[in-house]
């Protein structure tokens, strides 16, 4: 299902392009509004056969503008899924742009609107007319012109073992494309699988993978992010160094030396790898800086899985509402022991090193169910990958190879990697490709 039923509109030929057609591309699920729009641009009650091409004039208000081809692809049966009306006049931008205007400002009162970038592509994925596979090659080609990153926007990897996994998927993702040459088009002979090089270089990267510790795949997950704040001067960059058990935020006894995020990544107790942020101090705001520096804070307390709020006394920075927050007072070294103090604070001391364990134990218990479920991902994943491996190595060594399941268990072989390695599901890679295509798509 797609997120949105609106009716869209654009034009499918780029505008810088010089061509002597250009066309327009409607795309709906009415099937009544489709009717409305095809009469009101025909200025007559026209019939439209099924993806069949149909020479009239346009018209605009009733006044004739030009003549040109119009199709009528059913739903089901077209590139959406849905329906789609494509008219095809004349290349001129100012008539194409007319034509849009008029017809989004005569039918807007039935939802429709301009499209976004790569709207029309994005409902083919959610409507299942294109996979997942078919939209990472079609960005690779157009990546590859314009000399961007490919392997930046779809697989994050660890810096531990980079190369190594880098390889590996390249390499999977090049077989995967020469085999579907192969079944589709005929490109190449292929007399005897067992020699086909392709093959034996799956069949050795695939040995390679099998021969890994699964131990190793946890490095690959994101790290779980946890924010430091609180007021200038309480102590907030002396607490994340004994954290990340390094001096790397600047630490004095003047306000305001933290005017950056500095973040580190840490192991909490040698299992949970968390991403640590040492945040500016949160100050009344007197100026522009002083407000610039409250947004960037605010901004980083709602990317954050935890939040550490450090304060001197019992008056705290004000957070948005949220419910992971751990409270500590700092520096209770300077507090007089007859203060009563309240319960479910944590209560630490840099300088005599006080509360900095039973902190430790707090973010650990407050990120146990993050904890658990990213073992679990990491391991059952791990696991699925290794059990697929040895499914194609044993094809692999068969006198008769079925190549079309060899294709498939590899595409699976692929994009369980990709999960291991990335955060992110199909759909988000996906939403982040939409945005670099052009409104056309």
């Not at 100026?287 to 990317?303: A, F, G, W």
């Amino acid at each position: 299902m797609i997120v949105s039923n609106d009716p869209i509109i654009s034009s499918s030929t780029c505008y810088k392009c010089s061509s002597g057609i250009s066309g327009i591309r409607i795309s709906l699920c009415d099937y009544l509004l489709s009717k409305k729009i095809v009469n009101y641009i025909t200025n007559k009650n026209t019939i439209l056969f099924p993806k069949v091409a149909r020479f009239t004039w346009f018209y605009l208000d009733g006044k004739k503008i030009d003549n040109g081809i119009i199709i009528l692809f059913p739903k089901g049966r077209s590139f959406t899924g849905e329906i789609i009306i494509e008219m095809y006049v004349h290349s001129n931008n100012i008539l194409v742009c007319n034509i849009i205007n008029k017809i989004i400002s005569k039918f807007s009162k039935y939802g429709l609107r301009l499209s976004r970038r790569g709207e029309f592509l994005k409902r083919a994925y959610y409507n299942g007319k294109i996979c997942f596979n078919e939209i990472i090659r079609l960005y690779y080609l157009l990546s590859k012109n314009k000399g961007t990153n490919f392997s930046s926007l779809v697989i994050r990897y660890n810096s531990l073992i980079r190369s190594k996994f880098r390889y590996i998927s390249n390499s999977i993702f090049n077989i995967i494309l020469y085999i579907e040459n192969y079944i589709n088009f005929r490109l190449f002979d292929m007399d005897n699988y067992h020699t086909y090089k392709p093959l034996v270089l799956l069949k050795s990267l695939l040995v390679r993978f099998k021969n890994m510790k699964i131990n190793n795949f946890h490095i690959f997950r994101k790290c779980l992010k946890v924010c430091i704040v609180g007021h200038e001067n309480v102590g907030k960059s002396s607490i994340f160094n004994y954290l990340s058990k390094k001096s790397i935020s600047m630490v004095s006894k003047y306000k305001g030396t933290t005017r950056n995020n500095v973040s580190k990544v840490v192991f909490i107790k040698n299992s949970l790898p968390i991403n640590l942020i040492d945040t500016a101090g949160f100050k009344y705001c007197r100026n522009s800086l002083d407000i610039k520096i409250n947004s960037n804070v605010i901004r980083t307390i709602t990317k954050s899985d935890l939040v550490i709020n450090v304060s001197d006394t019992n008056s705290f920075t004000k957070l948005p509402l949220r419910t992971n927050v751990i409270y500590v007072i700092n520096k209770v070294d300077l507090i007089c022991k007859k203060v009563t103090r309240p319960e479910g604070f944590v209560f630490t001391s840099c300088n005599l090193n006080i509360g900095i364990s039973e902190l430790y134990l707090i973010i650990k218990k407050k990120l146990y169910f993050y904890n658990s479920l990213w073992k679990y991902l990491d391991k059952n994943n791990a696991l699925f990958l290794l059990k697929i491996s040895r499914i194609i190595i044993m094809l692999l060594k068969k006198s008769n190879i079925n190549i079309d399941l060899i294709l498939s268990l590899t595409k699976r072989f692929f994009f369980g990697i990709k999960k291991l390695l990335n955060s992110s599901n199909d759909r988000s890679i996906c939403e982040e490709i939409f945005r670099s295509f052009c409104v056309g798509k």
